[in-house]
């Protein structure tokens, strides 16, 4: 990981951390679908690429003008560069679902991909990027489900993280709770400057349409959604593997 602009939070990776980058997203995909599976033989899990460009009504306002790269306005829409991939991978969500290909939950769609942020200025090793990489799950299922899926998703996810970055990982509530979450924890690695944070592990309400089943009586029955979502910073798992690597 090389700093090269004058600029802190912009970085250049090198051959051999985007051949590792590379390895972690498929191993995790492994791992996270195994686990979905394991749990419920029923999930779909598919994988999308979304735009980095993103309508600014699709953001949530949670991300201020302070948070956010603005692009330009093009006719009514304000493009961003997004924050985060979530907005765009419930849009595709909802295309499935809503679509004549008889789609169905557990649906889990996830991505792998740049998102932006107007971060604080600080050194590299914070990994305070403003240009970064997310692996982002994100799990729905319905809300009348039996299985906790978010409180048993939490080993799996430390365990994999462990694995791959060689450093102690912990489960730790997260210092934020989003206003779209019931309930955040982070995975954290102890890379002995301090105790990063990696992964946030949620379970969201915020998934914008219903379930809907048709009932024996020719009605429709609508069920809340709830969304595991399980969203990770490879560029920090790499760093912490570099870190381990060098010792």
């Known amino acids: 990981m090389l700093s090269l602009y004058q600029s802190n939070g912009l970085v250049h990776w090198t051959d051999r951390e985007i051949r590792l980058r590379d390895m972690m997203a498929a191993h995790f995909a492994a791992e996270v679908s195994a686990f979905l599976t394991t749990a419920n033989p029923a999930w779909d899990i598919r994988r999308v690429e979304a735009p980095q460009l993103t309508p600014r ?5 949670a991300y201020g003008p302070e948070d956010i ?6 006719g009514d829409a304000q493009l961003v ?3 985060e991939t979530t907005p765009s991978t419930y849009a595709y969500m909802q295309h499935l679902l809503n679509s004549h290909a008889k789609v169905r939950m557990p649906l ?6 740049k998102s932006f942020r107007r971060e604080q200025d600080q050194v590299s090793k914070h990994m305070r990027l403003k240009e970064f990489w997310q692996m982002e799950f994100q799990c729905a299922y319905t809300a009348d489900t039996a299985n906790d899926y978010h409180a048993a998703s939490l080993e799996p996810v430390r365990a994999m993280i462990e694995a791959m970055v060689r450093l102690p990982t912990r489960i730790v509530p997260s210092d934020r709770l989003p206003a779209y979450s019931q309930v955040t924890m982070d995975v954290e690695v102890d890379n002995g400057d301090k105790w990063m944070e990696v992964c946030s592990i ?4 915020d998934f914008p349409q219903v379930a809907r ?3 024996k009586g020719g009605e429709v029955r609508e069920v809340a959604v ?3 979502e399980i969203a990770i910073g490879l560029d920090r798992c790499v ?6 690597d060098a010792r």
Do not use: D, H, K, M
């Open 226 to 228: 709830l969304v595991l």
């Open 213 to 215: 089943f048709p009932t």
């Open 202 to 205: 949620s379970r969201r309400t």
């Open 81 to 83: 560069l997004r924050p």
């Open 239 to 244: 760093y912490n593997w570099s870190v381990a």
């Open 108 to 113: 889990c769609v996830w991505q792998s991909g």
């Open 57 to 61: 009504e699709l953001v949530s306002e």
């Open 69 to 74: 790269f603005f692009i330009e306005r093009l």
